[in-house]
């Protein structure tokens, strides 16, 4: 079983920055690939990056990639999205994935999710 609690969310204008972590419970947790997926307004839940197990391959909807990096430290039982440049079409609840497997970039086949944390972007 992994629990997964996501943190850093919050209001910011456009073109600024957050940070959003992802804190896991378990000693599993470093064998798991992690994903983050986002859920705007009316809209359906979409990928937007994910990471294998050891954070030696990433992978980048095309909407943020140069915006935003994943990275993840397994000391910490921590994955974290970097956003910049961010502008008001991401604003969205962000979830935190966690798959035994393969990155997860669908949602079907997600192992665990975290409840969300949300992201207001201004314009």
């Known amino acids: 079983q992994v629990q997964l609690v996501e943190s850093g969310g919050g209001l910011v204008q456009a073109g600024g920055s957050l940070r959003l972590a992802c804190a896991g419970s378990g000693r599993t947790f470093s064998t798991y690939s992690m994903g983050w997926f986002r859920q705007g307004p009316g809209k359906e839940r979409e990928f937007v990056a994910a990471?294998?197990?050891?954070?030696?391959?990433?992978r980048y909807a095309d909407s943020v990639k140069g915006r935003f990096t994943i990275s993840r430290d397994n000391a910490k039982n921590t994955v974290y999205l970097q956003m910049n440049s961010l502008k008001p079409e991401d604003t969205a609840v962000y979830y935190c994935?966690?798959?035994?497997?393969?990155?997860?970039?669908?949602?079907?086949?997600?192992?665990?999710w975290g409840k969300g944390t949300l992201v207001t972007v201004s314009s």
């Open positions: 994935a966690a798959d035994r497997g393969v990155m997860p970039t669908q949602i079907y086949g997600v192992d665990y």
């Open positions: 990471i294998t197990w050891s954070g030696g391959s990433t």
